[in-house]
């Protein structure tokens, strides 16, 4: 059962729902419970601490109100983890500070960097002829070491090829454009809409086949709207959301 060596202290002026939320929630941040696995009953951990189903009630629903537990009518009450908060919609930010910002260890995996010529769709977005070289840079990105997102990049290769002598991993591929001149992204213009996983999301991300993606499609400019880089970008939709702030006139 839960947390069978643990106990609640009721000698302390800490409440005791927050003594077993804290209990469950590093149940939870250890792995001892997975996502997706049913935790103890209300009744059962009423039982297990000799509290009230009401202490026992506020713990959870205070969990679930933060992401970390669900509940099935009927089911049970099940763990999982709170989505991320992606507001890359809103403003231009690397994903390594986004990820700092939350808290978090961002990480980065570069699986493919090389020079290919551009098919007709990346060739439309980039206002280049079909066919001329571009750099194609595939990377997986991770929030502590956790798989949230995979971005295949096009890049024409007459302007952007100094970006092959640098470290994509350690480096913020918007921070290297900004190294010179003419080629600083000042805007972005982005698509969202929802896929199901494919086999790479199932292999890069860790995801179910058929599970939501949200599905990203980008254009950078710099001064002058010229188009210079092309994203595709395909984000676990069971780990992140996506915010947008509107302002009324």
Same mark, same amino acid.
């Given at each position: ?8 202290? =009721? ?17 939870? *941040? ?20 000799? $509290? ?11 969990? %679930? ?8 009518? !009927? ?14 919609? =809103?403003?231009?930010? !690397?994903?390594?500070?986004? $990820? ?16 290919? *010529? ?10 280049? @002829? ?9 990377? =997986? ?6 798989? $949230? ?44 809409? @929802?896929?199901? @996983?494919?086999?790479?999301? %199932? ?47």
């Amino acid at each position: 059962m839960l947390f069978d060596n643990e106990k609640l202290d =009721k000698s302390v002026p800490i409440p005791l729902y927050f003594q077993l939320k804290e209990l469950i929630l590093n149940e939870i *941040k250890q792995e001892n419970y997975k996502d997706g696995d049913m935790i103890p009953t209300e009744n059962e951990i009423s039982e297990k601490f000799q $509290i009230s189903r009401t202490t026992v009630r506020q713990a959870i629903t205070e969990l %679930v109100q933060e992401g970390w537990l669900y509940r099935v009518k !009927s089911k049970g009450t099940f763990t999982t983890h709170p989505k991320i908060p992606q507001d890359f919609l =809103k403003k231009l930010e !690397s994903f390594r500070d986004q $990820i700092e910002r939350l808290g978090m260890k961002p990480s980065t995996q570069l699986i493919e960097l090389r020079r290919e *010529k551009a098919d007709k769709e990346t060739a439309n977005a980039l206002d280049i @002829a079909e066919g001329e070289e571009v750099i194609y840079l595939f990377r =997986k990105r991770l929030a502590n070491e956790e798989p $949230i997102v995979t971005i295949q990049t096009y890049l024409p290769l007459d302007k952007c090829s100094f970006i092959m002598e640098h470290d994509l991993e350690k480096e913020a591929l918007y921070e290297v454009l900004a190294q010179r001149e003419g080629t600083k992204i000042h805007k972005v213009k982005r698509k969202i809409e @929802a896929v199901e @996983a494919e086999e790479g999301d %199932v292999r890069l991300l860790g995801m179910e086949q058929g599970k939501p993606v949200q599905y990203f499609t980008s254009i950078g400019y710099t001064y002058g709207d010229v188009p210079l880089e092309y994203s595709k970008a395909r984000y676990r939709g069971d780990r992140s959301f996506f915010e947008i702030t509107i302002l009324t006139e």
